[in-house]
């Protein structure tokens, strides 16, 4: 919104003022697929759906289709993107690669605000019932934690794997009762804290390659803990 806008104009315009979330409102609904791969929709209808201007939610699905959850083409309307299951193979092999590393550089040092928005998040997922923003709040978890390492470049880089792995999660369409990610979050913030690489190193391993049993055994294990994000 323009900051410089009057509250006469602001109340005049149908749409709402409040946009900072919009990106998180819109990909929620994706992982809910409440906008799913088969969806027909467009920049338009979509900015009706949220009640926001089409300028705004073109900047959204912008930075979507960056992340490559949404495709964009010329003279096509948007779609949702659908991994498969090379591309979520490739995708969390530079996940493990990138994040253990971060995981290392965290623990150097960790500041103690950086530690609460780590706990917040996960008091946050261990509160949340609906699916999409539970998936959505652990991909938000692995990118603060990655914001601690103080490297940008591979923080940037795991910023475009971790919502390509949240979408695939979404389409494996497990119950979110069956997600357990914020406990093992839990043990990483604890492992953080106390500056122990090894241990934070040993569960996100561990994490990963849950996630990796999840995502690329096309029938799941009964009885085994799944995570998200």
């Given at each position: 919104?323009?900051?410089?806008?009057?509250?006469?104009?602001l109340v005049a315009?149908p749409f709402s003022?409040?946009?900072d979330d919009l990106?998180?409102?819109?990909?929620?609904?994706?992982?809910?697929?409440?906008i799913?791969?088969?969806?027909?929709?467009?920049e338009e209808s979509l900015a009706?759906?949220?009640?926001?201007?089409?300028s705004?939610?073109?900047?959204v699905?912008n930075?979507?289709?960056?992340?490559?959850?949404?495709?964009?083409?010329i003279?096509?309307?948007?779609?949702?993107?659908a991994?498969?299951v090379?591309?979520?193979?490739?995708?969390?092999?530079?996940r493990r690669?990138t994040?253990?590393t971060?995981?290392?550089?965290a623990?150097?040092?960790?500041h103690?605000?950086d530690?609460?928005r780590?706990r917040?998040?996960?008091?946050?997922?261990r509160?949340?019932?609906?699916q999409?923003?539970?998936i959505?709040?652990?991909g938000?978890?692995h990118l603060?934690?990655?914001?601690m390492a103080g490297?940008?470049p591979?923080?940037?880089f795991?910023g475009s794997?971790v919502p390509?792995?949240?979408?695939?999660?979404?389409?494996f369409?497990v119950r979110?009762?069956?997600?357990?990610?914020?406990?093992?979050?839990?043990?990483?913030?604890?492992?953080?804290?106390?500056?122990?690489a090894?241990?934070?190193?040993a569960l996100?391993?561990?994490?990963?390659?849950d996630?990796?049993d999840m995502?690329?055994?096309?029938?799941?294990i009964p009885?085994k803990?799944?995570?998200?994000?």
């Amino acid at each position: 919104m323009n900051s410089f806008a009057s509250p006469q104009t602001l109340v005049a315009l149908p749409f709402s003022p409040a946009v900072d979330d919009l990106y998180s409102r819109v990909f929620d609904a994706i992982l809910e697929q409440r906008i799913h791969a088969g969806s027909r929709f467009t920049e338009e209808s979509l900015a009706q759906m949220f009640s926001v201007r089409r300028s705004d939610m073109r900047g959204v699905l912008n930075q979507l289709s960056h992340q490559q959850i949404i495709v964009l083409r010329i003279n096509h309307r948007p779609r949702v993107a659908a991994p498969d299951v090379e591309q979520t193979r490739q995708t969390l092999h530079a996940r493990r690669l990138t994040e253990i590393t971060l995981a290392h550089l965290a623990c150097r040092q960790p500041h103690p605000q950086d530690l609460k928005r780590l706990r917040t998040l996960v008091e946050s997922q261990r509160q949340c019932t609906e699916q999409g923003r539970a998936i959505r709040l652990s991909g938000e978890f692995h990118l603060q934690l990655a914001q601690m390492a103080g490297n940008a470049p591979l923080a940037h880089f795991l910023g475009s794997l971790v919502p390509l792995t949240s979408l695939a999660i979404a389409q494996f369409d497990v119950r979110v009762q069956d997600y357990c990610a914020w406990q093992v979050h839990e043990e990483i913030v604890t492992a953080v804290a106390h500056e122990d690489a090894l241990k934070a190193e040993a569960l996100l391993s561990g994490y990963l390659d849950d996630l990796e049993d999840m995502l690329l055994n096309p029938l799941p294990i009964p009885g085994k803990n799944r995570v998200a994000g």
